[in-house]
Nanobody
């Protein structure tokens, strides 16, 4: 069983930065493909960024490319999402998730952290 705990959300002005963290227990983050997702009010959850297990391959939603960076600190068993140049449209609850190797689906989810970008 994998447990994920997010932190780092908050209120920030447009153009500002935040760093979200996702600390895992039960498995090492290096052995997991992990992703960040977000859900804004009235909208469906969408994928934002991900990092592939065992390496440094990453992927990003087009609208966050060049602004967001996903990274992994194996010593802290934590995955980060550095968010720069935040826009009003980035306001959402952000979730980290870990992929179940057997199914290829994101099975393990954190509780979410609120990110609010103000003008």
């Amino acid at each position: 069983q994998v447990k994920l705990v997010e932190a780092g959300g908050g209120l920030v002005q447009a153009g500002g930065s935040l760093r979200l963290s996702c600390t895992a227990s039960g498995r090492t983050v290096s052995s997991l493909s992990m992703g960040w997702f977000r859900q804004a009010p009235g909208k469906e959850r969408e994928s934002v960024a991900g990092i592939v297990r065992g390496g440094d391959n990453t992927w990003y939603k087009d609208s966050v490319k060049g602004r967001f960076t996903i990274s992994r600190d194996n010593a802290k068993n934590t995955v980060y999402l550095q968010m720069n140049s935040l826009e009003l449209e980035d306001t959402a609850v952000y979730y980290c998730a870990a992929m179940n190797i057997a199914t290829g689906e994101y099975t393990y989810w954190g509780q979410g952290t609120q990110v609010t970008v103000s003008s």
